[in-house]
């Protein structure tokens, strides 16, 4: 439950000031930016309560009620998927059939299978080459169906290391089409070695 005021962590920021951050923080920006230190935008106040997220309390979930063929892979309680529109990193994002919204939403049995499904996950994105790391992410603010995110970072992309991976997302130019379905076919195909059904 989401409390109404502000609290242990938002209490103690600056709102509605601009302020300035060391370009060491951004290294990928370094060399096309002309000032140090940044500017960023000021800190918006609190939104409380939050807005409902795209499918909160599985009222129009689009996972929900998606077809498994619209999958990479699946299996009785998980499903993989990527996106139709290529973009600059491959990438894939795993979520429970039935509607859960966080972790701790997850009952034991899934909690248990999520680990080692993360592992296969990472085995088979690494077993397409070209991969220097991958990287794990759970956000949740745009769609409420919990949903993990897994994203390749080429090897040797040394730029996009740590956090700035997720900008250099959007900021390369988009993969080819048939580079990046070939990419979800042998990750599905890997997948099924384990278990599970490829759908690609």
């Known amino acids: ?11 103690h920021y600056e709102y ?3 302020r300035e951050m060391p370009l060491d923080s951004f290294a990928y920006l370094r060399d096309s930016l002309a000032t140090d230190p940044l500017a960023i935008a000021a800190l918006a106040r609190p939104e409380i309560p939050e807005p409902p997220r795209a499918g909160e309390g599985g009222r129009d979930c ?5 077809d498994d063929r619209d999958y990479l892979w699946t299996d009785q309680h998980w499903r993989i998927h990527t996106i139709a529109e290529p973009l600059g990193l491959f990438f894939v ?3 429970p059939r039935e509607h859960y919204e966080e972790l701790p939403d997850l009952p034991p049995a899934r909690a248990a299978e999520l680990g080692p499904l993360l592992q296969r996950m990472e085995s088979a994105l690494r ?12 956000w949740g603010d745009g769609g409420a169906h919990l949903h993990l995110w897994q994203i390749v970072r080429p090897l040797g992309m ?4 740590g956090v700035g991976l997720t900008v250099w997302l959007k900021a390369l130019p988009p993969l080819p089409t048939e580079v990046w379905e070939a990419a979800g076919r042998d ?6 070695l384990g278990g599970g059904t490829a759908h690609r």
């Open 1 to 11: 439950m989401t409390d109404a005021t502000p609290g242990r962590f938002s209490a």
């Open 16 to 18: 509605e000031q601009t």
């Open 62 to 66: 689009r996972s929900c009620t998606a």
């Open 93 to 95: 994002m795993v979520n």
């Open 127 to 138: 077993a397409l080459g070209d991969v220097g790391q991958v990287h794990t992410h759970k």
């Open 158 to 161: 040394l730029q996009a290391r």
């Open 187 to 192: 990750f599905a195909r890997q997948m099924a």
